[in-house]
């Protein structure tokens, strides 16, 4: 990093160009100078890791199982640019909570291609194949059913259990859910109207990373695998982006735990291969989103859904629209703050609305 080429600033104020100039500086060299990766090694390997091989792929994983012997198999996924690190402060909360609170048995796999999973050698591990991966994982774990839960590609991850697997899956928790808003937008809400505008904003001026990852993901690979600092704001720009703050990131996300991701991208090695999974399942999920007839959803989920729409996301659906593909919803909730990473942002959060959603699968 010391050797970084930095290029000229940006010719306007602001994130619009991506990670100022000022801020990346600041930033790496915190992390080549003061950032200690090894006390995160200490911190994780506190925790117990695992790797199991499923359908030729190695799988990485956390199991982190409560005392309680009424705990619910829980596993959580998560999305790019964000790794199981997201749901380490929730792990505590969950497994080991106060008297008379739901505990869980908690399982954080990484994604194919992500952190300590193998790397896809061949195309074909989309969304379908990993959840069936993950009902397999659950059940050399000893959970014959469970909740499945996530954001991001999580959230997608967790519907397909939810679709491929309703026998075994208890209920899932998705942040948020993933639908369609209605053909007719006539008699929309103020917050539908607000999440639409939010939406059409995104697609014109914060997209464009999408496309590239489904179309040319090994291209940017090289670039975001031989430099740190590139790596760095690749991720960084999306997170400050996506997530719930005024203006100063770190009052939300720690710097350093911010590092600790971008960290376990760099020395994993997984910039590219974590990219893939756009082309793989991009072009399906995309189709979730298609504008269809209210009353004619592509697919509908028959499983017990709780669903937090935290109010920075994007996109966030109204219940109204989310009955129609999840008709089993028996928890909604609309935080106060956070954004897309709201595992990250706001655990507490994410915890009493798990809970709330677990007392009422019974």
């Not at 829980?74 to 792990?91: C, Q």
């Not at 208890?170 to 917050?191: I, M, Q, S, W, Y």
Request: with cysteine; aromatic share 10%; net charge negative.
């Amino acid at each position: 990093m010391a050797h970084t080429r930095w290029p000229a600033p940006a010719t306007t104020e602001g994130w619009d160009q991506g990670p100022p100039l000022g801020y990346l500086r600041d930033l790496c060299e915190h992390w080549g100078t003061a950032y200690d990766w090894r006390a995160t090694e200490r911190r994780l390997n506190a925790l117990d890791h695992y790797r199991t091989t499923v359908d030729g792929l190695d799988l990485h994983l956390v199991h982190a199982p409560s005392r309680r012997a009424d705990a619910i198999p829980l596993v959580l996924t998560h999305g790019w640019p964000g790794s199981f690190l997201e749901f380490e402060a929730l792990l505590p909360l969950l497994i080991d909570p106060p008297h008379g609170e739901p505990a869980f048995h908690v399982v954080l796999p990484s994604l194919p291609g992500y952190a300590w999973s193998g790397r896809p050698g061949e195309p074909g591990w989309g969304i379908h194949r990993i959840a069936d991966a993950w009902a397999e994982v659950m059940t050399r774990l000893g959970y014959d059913r469970f909740v499945a839960g996530g954001s991001d590609w999580g959230t997608s991850v967790s519907t397909c259990l939810g679709l491929q697997h309703p026998d075994r899956t208890k209920g899932l928790f998705l942040v948020p859910p993933l639908v369609a808003p209605p053909e007719d937008r006539t008699n929309l809400t103020e917050r539908e109207r607000s999440s639409l505008a939010d939406l059409t904003e995104r697609d014109a001026t914060g997209s464009a990373y999408s496309s590239l990852h489904a179309t040319r993901p090994q291209t940017i690979g090289y670039a975001l695998t031989d430099s740190p600092v590139g790596l760095a704001a690749w991720i960084v720009e999306k997170v400050w982006s996506w997530s719930d703050h005024d203006g100063d990131l770190d009052a939300v996300i720690p710097r350093d735990r911010l590092l600790d991701n971008v960290s376990l991208y760099w020395f994993t090695r997984t910039a590219a291969s974590s990219l893939r999974l756009y082309r793989e399942s991009i072009d399906e999920v995309s189709t979730w989103f298609a504008s269809t007839s209210a009353h004619r959803p592509a697919f509908t989920v028959d499983v017990p859904t709780g669903a937090l729409v935290f109010p920075a996301e994007v996109p966030r659906p109204s219940r109204r629209w989310a009955e129609e593909r999840f008709p089993r919803i028996v928890q909604w909730a609309e935080a106060d703050r956070g954004g897309h990473f709201g595992a990250w942002e706001q655990p507490v959060t994410v915890v009493r609305e798990l809970r709330a959603f677990a007392r009422k699968l019974g």
